[in-house]
């Protein structure tokens, strides 16, 4: 399997401001070329296991679509109607993806080459390294769930959901209060309150790749609005 490419945090960064700025008053077409060109650059950056699950929302939409359109039945049109505002926002979240898997270190230090405020770097990367550790403590007390028969799609899941509802929401919220304490912490451990400028052991400069996908960014911007 071919290595991700390594590109600056900031280039990753600019990706998704343009991403979601160009996905606003895009049509139907332009959206599949936003997601086609967003596809490709999630999987050469390593997002590889979660694609299928974006073509397959992207295929519900279509299938939905075509059976409203059909029978203009209210329970087509309605799963049309809101797996179009999904549809609408998958370029944008595969580019964030991309940027999630970003070292919470890099990321600091690039954004730190901007000159930003600290208040802000230090929040924005807390905020991104906090969504992954959420994500996995989820996964976590679902498999635990699915242990004690009360699993959301379990006969308890059907039978009684708010019980399902209060054994995950629970958990939940306690050990995301956690996981945030921890993540403060360990920003302050690592000098992130300091007064003086930070150094870092990553080098943070653009390179050849970086320049690419800027390059092809524009084309895609200037193609886009030129067709609005």
């Not at 296991?49 to 075509?66: A, E, G, H, M, Q």
């Amino acid at each position: 399997m071919s290595k991700p490419l390594i590109l600056d945090p900031r280039t990753k960064l600019g990706v998704v401001l343009v991403i979601g700025f160009l996905i606003f008053g895009s049509t139907v077409t332009q959206l599949l070329l936003l997601f086609s060109v967003t596809a490709l650059y999630g999987f050469l950056n390593g997002v590889r296991r979660s694609l299928p699950i974006y073509v397959l929302i992207l295929l519900l939409y279509f299938l939905s679509d075509y059976f409203a359109s059909e029978t203009r039945n209210i329970l087509f049109v309605s799963l049309a109607f809101f797996s179009y505002f999904i549809v609408c926002f998958l370029p944008a979240l595969l580019a964030g993806e991309v940027l999630v898997r970003t070292p919470a270190g890099q990321l600091m230090s690039a954004l730190t080459a901007w000159h930003l405020p600290k208040t802000i770097i230090v929040a924005f990367s807390v905020s991104l390294r906090f969504v992954p550790i959420a994500g996995m403590e989820i996964r976590s007390i679902h498999e635990v769930m699915k242990q004690r028969g009360v699993a959301f799609f379990s006969r308890t899941g059907w039978l009684h959901p708010w019980r399902v509802f209060e054994c995950a929401l629970v958990p939940l919220m306690i050990r995301l209060l956690k996981i945030s304490d921890e993540l403060t912490a360990s920003a302050i451990t690592r000098g992130a309150e300091a007064p003086i400028r930070r150094t870092s052991v990553h080098e943070i400069k653009f390179h050849f790749c970086d320049y690419a996908v800027i390059l092809l960014l524009l084309i895609l911007t200037f193609v886009l609005l030129v067709r609005r």
